[in-house]
Every structure is written in structure tokens, then in C-alpha cells.
């Protein structure tokens, strides 16, 4: 999956899932074309989408978007495609509970498809509902095993849940192990590591970052807040 430049995140905290929730929208359109990610993907063939509707959405023109899918859903209620591809133009509005009930509709309505566990997944986190949340990545990991974004989705939620700490880092490990070159993971997990004081081991992971990408400025600044940074 390509992944795209993301917003920065305050040190310490845990990350903002609108922040990633940008990384899928490839994989939306993918499913909405019948593509598949993922050796265990199924095709999406079922639905289709009105093209204005999706035209709008892909434009990032929300607010027709919304319109556009609705109207169709006057016409096929059932339509899974439609509900979920309304389901995250709201998101992408900042209304996350319409989100949830969109998705659910459209979970209900049959709609099996693994960027659409993954963004069911990070909209609950959106709204705290961190339960719900990982039990949609863990439905992401079964459509998609070998995508590694999903662990980290799986990592972030339950690196929020009491008691989930050590599934919080085996999961971020598991997502640097599929691809030791996902930067964004490895930030997630040196800030992990940094809220939980185990500096020795967030310092492993940034500087493993700047080896990469020596100009990496997320890196850079955890490690002067954790006093190590030197030029």
C-alpha cells in the first residue's frame, strides 16, 4: 500500500487516528472497483457506486459526496458499497458516530472487505471505542494478513486500552517486521516506548528512522524531548 505524508502528532500522546485514517483512502477506491489487497482479499462485485458520487468523494468534495451517495441509497438501500463509502465521507467531515452507523449498515448489508475493517476500526478509535476497535482489525488481519498497517492499527488500539501494553508492542513489531522500512510504525512505537519511560528502547527505534531517513523531523524532535539529539 502506498502510504502518504501524514499530519504531526504532539509527543507522548497517543496517536490521533484521523491522522492515519488518510492512508487508506487508495484502498477504498480500490474496493470500489472490485481490486483486491491482500492474498485473502475477496473481490468486491456485488455493488457499484454512482460515478458522480464517487468522482466527489475521490475529489475530496465531501459535502457532494454525501449527497450524491445518499440519493443513491434512496434507490438501493442495500447497497453496501454506497453505505460505506457514505459512512467515510462523514468521517472525512469529522461526524465519526454517522461514520460507525454507515459502516455497521453496511457490515450488515454484506459488505466483506479488509480497508473497510481497517477504517471501521480507526473510526471507532475516533470515538473511544477501543473494544470495537480492535476487534475490526483483528477482522482487517484475516482478510488482509499480510498488510502491515493493519497491525499497526491493532497496535494504537491497544496501546489505549488498560492492560494492553504488551499487545500494543507486539502488534507495532509485528507491522516493523513486515516491513522494517514503515517509518510511520516505527514513530508510533518510539512514542509508545517514550509514554511509558522505556527510553533505551524508543531511542533504538528513531535512530533506526534517521538511519533511513536522516531528515525525518518527527525523530529529531522526540529525541530532543528525550534530550538525546545531537547534529
Request: glycine share 8%; with cysteine.
Amino acid at each position: 500500500m502506498r502510504r502518504k505524508a501524514l499530519k504531526p502528532i504532539a509527543h507522548f500522546s497517543p496517536m490521533p487516528y484521523l491522522a492515519f485514517f488518510f492512508l487508506v483512502l487508495p484502498l477504498l477506491f480500490a474496493g470500489c472497483f472490485g481490486g483486491k489487497n491482500g492474498e485473502k482479499q475477496r473481490p468486491i462485485q456485488k455493488w457499484s457506486c454512482d460515478p458522480q458520487a464517487d468522482r466527489a468523494m475521490r475529489e475530496k468534495d465531501y459535502l457532494n459526496s454525501i449527497l450524491f451517495h445518499q440519493r443513491l441509497l434512496e434507490k438501493e438501500p442495500q447497497n453496501a458499497l454506497a453505505l460505506y463509502h457514505l459512512g467515510y465521507s462523514y468521517g472525512q467531515k469529522g461526524d465519526h458516530e454517522i461514520e460507525v452507523l454507515y459502516y455497521e449498515r453496511a457490515k450488515a448489508a454484506g459488505y466483506i472487505e479488509g480497508s473497510f475493517y481497517f477504517n471501521m476500526g480507526m473510526a471507532y478509535g475516533e470515538i473511544g471505542k477501543e473494544r470495537e476497535a480492535i476487534t475490526c482489525f483483528k477482522k482487517a488481519i484475516s482478510l488482509n494478513p499480510n498488510l502491515p498497517d493493519n497491525y499497526l492499527g491493532l497496535g494504537l488500539a491497544y496501546s489505549r486500552t488498560p492492560g494492553g501494553d504488551e499487545l500494543a508492542e507486539e502488534a507495532f513489531l509485528k507491522a516493523i517486521s513486515m516491513d522494517p522500512g514503515f517509518l510511520y510504525a516505527r514513530l508510533c512505537l518510539g512514542r509508545f516506548y517514550a509514554g511509558r519511560k522505556k527510553v533505551g528502547e524508543a531511542k533504538e527505534q528513531l535512530y533506526k528512522i534517521l538511519e533511513i531517513d536522516p531528515e525525518n523531523s518527527d525523530a529529531r524532535d522526540l529525541l530532543k524531548e528525550l534530550k538525546d539529539y545531537r547534529k
